[in-house]
Protein backbone atom coordinates (compact mmCIF):
# COMPACT_ATOMS: atom_id res chain seq x y z
CA UNK A 1 0.00 0.00 0.00
CA UNK A 2 2.36 2.58 1.16
CA UNK A 3 6.74 1.97 0.09
CA UNK A 4 8.81 5.04 1.20
CA UNK A 5 11.75 4.31 -1.07
CA UNK A 6 15.17 6.43 -0.04
CA UNK A 7 13.36 9.40 1.82
CA UNK A 8 15.78 12.27 2.96
CA UNK A 9 14.25 15.30 4.83
CA UNK A 10 16.61 18.57 5.51
CA UNK A 11 15.68 21.26 8.07
CA UNK A 12 17.93 24.14 7.02
CA UNK A 13 21.62 22.44 7.18
CA UNK A 14 19.97 19.62 9.32
CA UNK A 15 20.06 15.93 7.56
CA UNK A 16 16.92 14.78 9.50
CA UNK A 17 15.74 12.07 7.66
CA UNK A 18 18.84 10.08 5.71
CA UNK A 19 17.30 7.15 3.02
CA UNK A 20 14.42 5.97 4.64
CA UNK A 21 12.99 3.03 3.49
CA UNK A 22 10.11 1.73 4.10
CA UNK A 23 6.83 -0.77 3.40
CA UNK A 24 3.35 -0.78 5.30
CA UNK A 25 1.04 -3.15 3.64
CA UNK A 26 -2.38 -3.20 3.25
CA UNK A 27 -4.57 -4.02 6.82
CA UNK A 28 -1.40 -4.31 8.89
CA UNK A 29 -0.35 -2.02 11.65
CA UNK A 30 3.63 -0.73 10.99
CA UNK A 31 5.13 1.37 13.82
CA UNK A 32 8.27 3.45 13.56
CA UNK A 33 9.49 3.52 17.19
CA UNK A 34 13.14 5.44 18.25
CA UNK A 35 14.18 8.03 20.67
CA UNK A 36 13.42 11.60 20.56
CA UNK A 37 14.70 13.36 17.51
CA UNK A 38 14.99 10.24 15.50
CA UNK A 39 13.13 11.53 12.47
CA UNK A 40 10.16 9.54 13.63
CA UNK A 41 7.47 12.84 13.50
CA UNK A 42 9.17 14.26 10.53
CA UNK A 43 8.82 10.84 8.08
CA UNK A 44 5.13 11.35 9.48
CA UNK A 45 4.80 14.86 8.15
CA UNK A 46 6.79 14.06 5.03
CA UNK A 47 4.25 11.25 3.99
CA UNK A 48 1.58 13.51 4.44
CA UNK A 49 2.95 16.80 2.55
CA UNK A 50 3.52 18.79 5.81
CA UNK A 51 7.58 19.42 4.78
CA UNK A 52 8.35 21.99 2.45
CA UNK A 53 11.20 19.89 0.43
CA UNK A 54 11.91 16.07 0.52
CA UNK A 55 13.85 13.43 -1.46
CA UNK A 56 13.25 10.29 -2.81
CA UNK A 57 9.73 8.62 -3.56
CA UNK A 58 6.88 7.95 -1.67
CA UNK A 59 4.26 5.88 -3.57
CA UNK A 60 0.39 5.24 -1.83
CA UNK A 61 -1.03 2.85 -4.01
CA UNK A 62 1.00 2.71 -6.53
CA UNK A 63 0.81 6.29 -7.46
CA UNK A 64 3.87 8.80 -6.06
CA UNK A 65 2.82 11.19 -3.75
CA UNK A 66 6.31 12.95 -2.55
CA UNK A 67 5.77 17.19 -2.32
CA UNK A 68 2.28 16.81 -2.85
CA UNK A 69 0.56 19.64 -0.73
CA UNK A 70 -1.35 18.03 2.40
CA UNK A 71 -5.01 18.55 1.20
CA UNK A 72 -4.28 16.14 -1.83
CA UNK A 73 -2.40 13.34 0.05
CA UNK A 74 -5.88 13.76 2.44
CA UNK A 75 -7.86 12.91 -0.69
CA UNK A 76 -5.68 9.88 -1.70
CA UNK A 77 -6.59 8.80 1.54
CA UNK A 78 -4.07 9.07 3.92
CA UNK A 79 -4.94 10.94 6.99
CA UNK A 80 -2.93 12.08 9.99
CA UNK A 81 -3.83 12.17 13.63
CA UNK A 82 -0.91 14.90 15.10
CA UNK A 83 0.92 14.62 18.02
CA UNK A 84 -0.97 16.48 20.97
CA UNK A 85 -3.50 15.83 19.56
CA UNK A 86 -4.70 19.45 18.68
CA UNK A 87 -8.33 19.77 19.15
CA UNK A 88 -10.84 22.43 18.25
CA UNK A 89 -11.69 22.82 22.40
CA UNK A 90 -14.18 25.67 21.96
CA UNK A 91 -16.30 23.18 19.20
CA UNK A 92 -18.27 19.97 20.27
CA UNK A 93 -17.07 17.04 20.27
CA UNK A 94 -19.23 16.23 17.27
CA UNK A 95 -18.63 19.39 15.28
CA UNK A 96 -15.00 17.94 16.13
CA UNK A 97 -15.40 15.15 14.45
CA UNK A 98 -17.19 16.62 11.64
CA UNK A 99 -14.65 18.64 10.84
CA UNK A 100 -12.33 15.53 9.49
CA UNK A 101 -14.53 15.16 7.06
CA UNK A 102 -13.83 17.36 4.54
CA UNK A 103 -12.85 15.43 1.54
CA UNK A 104 -15.63 14.80 -0.72
CA UNK A 105 -15.66 11.05 -0.08
CA UNK A 106 -16.22 11.50 3.74
CA UNK A 107 -18.85 14.27 3.34
CA UNK A 108 -20.88 11.67 0.97
CA UNK A 109 -20.32 9.23 3.66
CA UNK A 110 -20.65 11.82 6.76
CA UNK A 111 -23.13 10.29 9.15
CA UNK A 112 -22.61 6.17 8.69
CA UNK A 113 -19.19 7.55 9.53
CA UNK A 114 -19.82 9.74 12.51
CA UNK A 115 -22.28 6.33 14.01
CA UNK A 116 -19.61 3.72 12.86
CA UNK A 117 -16.75 6.24 15.26
CA UNK A 118 -19.77 6.91 17.65
CA UNK A 119 -19.82 2.82 17.59
CA UNK A 120 -16.13 2.82 18.54
CA UNK A 121 -15.89 5.51 20.93
CA UNK A 122 -18.69 5.37 22.70
CA UNK A 123 -17.69 7.89 25.21
CA UNK A 124 -17.47 10.29 22.40
CA UNK A 125 -21.22 9.84 21.59
CA UNK A 126 -22.44 10.31 25.47
CA UNK A 127 -20.59 13.87 25.22
CA UNK A 128 -21.82 14.75 21.65
CA UNK A 129 -22.58 18.02 22.83
CA UNK A 130 -19.96 18.67 25.29
CA UNK A 131 -17.18 21.32 23.89
CA UNK A 132 -13.92 19.14 23.21
CA UNK A 133 -11.24 21.32 25.73
CA UNK A 134 -14.08 19.75 28.58
CA UNK A 135 -12.71 16.31 27.53
CA UNK A 136 -10.50 14.45 30.13
CA UNK A 137 -6.77 13.70 27.85
CA UNK A 138 -7.34 10.14 26.93
CA UNK A 139 -10.80 11.20 25.86
CA UNK A 140 -9.90 14.01 23.48
CA UNK A 141 -7.18 11.55 22.74
CA UNK A 142 -10.15 9.49 21.28
CA UNK A 143 -11.62 12.44 19.53
CA UNK A 144 -8.11 13.20 17.74
CA UNK A 145 -8.44 8.93 16.32
CA UNK A 146 -12.15 10.11 15.87
CA UNK A 147 -11.54 12.82 13.67
CA UNK A 148 -9.12 11.15 11.60
CA UNK A 149 -11.25 8.15 10.80
CA UNK A 150 -13.64 10.65 9.32
CA UNK A 151 -11.66 11.49 6.48
CA UNK A 152 -12.12 8.24 5.07
CA UNK A 153 -8.51 6.65 5.18
CA UNK A 154 -7.00 3.94 3.80
CA UNK A 155 -4.35 4.99 5.69
CA UNK A 156 -4.19 6.54 8.81
CA UNK A 157 -1.10 7.65 10.66
CA UNK A 158 -0.85 8.33 14.27
CA UNK A 159 1.98 10.53 15.83
CA UNK A 160 2.61 9.35 19.96
CA UNK A 161 -0.84 8.82 20.40
CA UNK A 162 -0.10 7.63 23.97
CA UNK A 163 1.96 10.78 24.72
CA UNK A 164 0.87 12.36 28.22
CA UNK A 165 -1.78 9.52 28.92
CA UNK A 166 -2.09 7.62 32.01
CA UNK A 167 -0.92 3.44 31.72
CA UNK A 168 -4.37 2.96 31.96
CA UNK A 169 -5.88 4.95 29.27
CA UNK A 170 -2.99 3.73 27.14
CA UNK A 171 -4.26 -0.04 27.55
CA UNK A 172 -7.09 0.99 26.57
CA UNK A 173 -6.46 3.65 23.87
CA UNK A 174 -3.69 0.80 22.36
CA UNK A 175 -7.32 -1.48 22.43
CA UNK A 176 -9.10 0.85 19.80
CA UNK A 177 -6.05 0.78 17.57
CA UNK A 178 -6.05 -2.72 17.32
CA UNK A 179 -9.06 -2.99 16.30
CA UNK A 180 -9.21 -0.40 13.69
CA UNK A 181 -7.25 -2.83 10.60
CA UNK A 182 -10.62 -5.10 11.18
CA UNK A 183 -12.49 -1.89 9.73
CA UNK A 184 -10.65 -1.60 7.00
CA UNK A 185 -7.85 1.08 7.88
CA UNK A 186 -4.24 0.58 7.80
CA UNK A 187 -2.36 2.27 10.58
CA UNK A 188 1.68 3.73 10.66
CA UNK A 189 2.40 4.39 13.91
CA UNK A 190 4.93 6.31 15.55
CA UNK A 191 5.53 5.83 19.08
CA UNK A 192 7.64 6.88 22.06
CA UNK A 193 6.17 4.02 24.35
CA UNK A 194 8.17 0.87 22.17
CA UNK A 195 6.48 -1.49 24.44
CA UNK A 196 2.77 -0.91 23.63
CA UNK A 197 3.75 0.03 20.00
CA UNK A 198 5.17 -3.55 19.38
CA UNK A 199 2.92 -5.60 21.37
CA UNK A 200 0.32 -4.10 18.70
CA UNK A 201 2.03 -3.83 15.49
CA UNK A 202 2.55 -6.89 12.96
CA UNK A 203 5.97 -5.19 11.77
CA UNK A 204 8.27 -1.80 12.82
CA UNK A 205 11.32 0.08 12.19
CA UNK A 206 13.73 1.41 14.58
CA UNK A 207 14.81 4.76 13.74
CA UNK A 208 18.40 6.07 14.68
CA UNK A 209 19.86 9.73 14.10
CA UNK A 210 17.45 9.80 10.82
CA UNK A 211 18.01 6.49 9.58
CA UNK A 212 16.42 3.11 9.75
CA UNK A 213 18.68 0.98 12.17
CA UNK A 214 16.57 -2.13 12.50
CA UNK A 215 13.16 -3.66 11.13
CA UNK A 216 11.35 -7.32 11.70
CA UNK A 217 7.86 -8.24 13.06
CA UNK A 218 6.33 -6.65 15.80
CA UNK A 219 6.87 -9.67 18.43
CA UNK A 220 10.15 -10.14 17.23
CA UNK A 221 11.73 -6.78 17.81
CA UNK A 222 9.90 -6.82 20.75
CA UNK A 223 12.27 -9.82 22.02
CA UNK A 224 15.56 -8.74 19.92
CA UNK A 225 18.10 -7.71 23.36
CA UNK A 226 19.09 -4.22 20.87
CA UNK A 227 15.93 -3.14 21.48
CA UNK A 228 14.87 -4.13 24.84
CA UNK A 229 17.92 -2.38 26.06
CA UNK A 230 17.93 0.70 24.21
CA UNK A 231 13.82 1.53 24.53
CA UNK A 232 12.06 -1.22 26.78
CA UNK A 233 14.50 -0.30 29.75
CA UNK A 234 16.03 -3.59 30.03
CA UNK A 235 19.36 -4.02 32.25
CA UNK A 236 22.76 -5.30 29.78
CA UNK A 237 23.32 -8.59 30.67
Given at each position: ??????????????????E???????????????????G????L????????????????????I????A????????S?????R?????????????????T?????????????????????????????????G???????????????????????????L?????R?????????????V?????????????Q???????????R????????????N?????????????
Amino acid sequence: MLEVLGLSVFYGGIHALKEVVLAVSRGQIVTLIGANGAGKSTTLRAIGGLVEKSQGKILFQGREIQNRPAHLIVREGISLVPEGRRIFVNLSVEENLLMGAYTRRAREEERRNLEAVYQLFPRLKERKDQKGGTLSGGEQQMLALGRGLMACPDLLMLDEPSLGLAPKLVREVFGIIRSIPKKGVTILLVEQNAQAALQVADYGYVLQSGRISLEGGGKDLLGNPLVQEAYLGAAEP
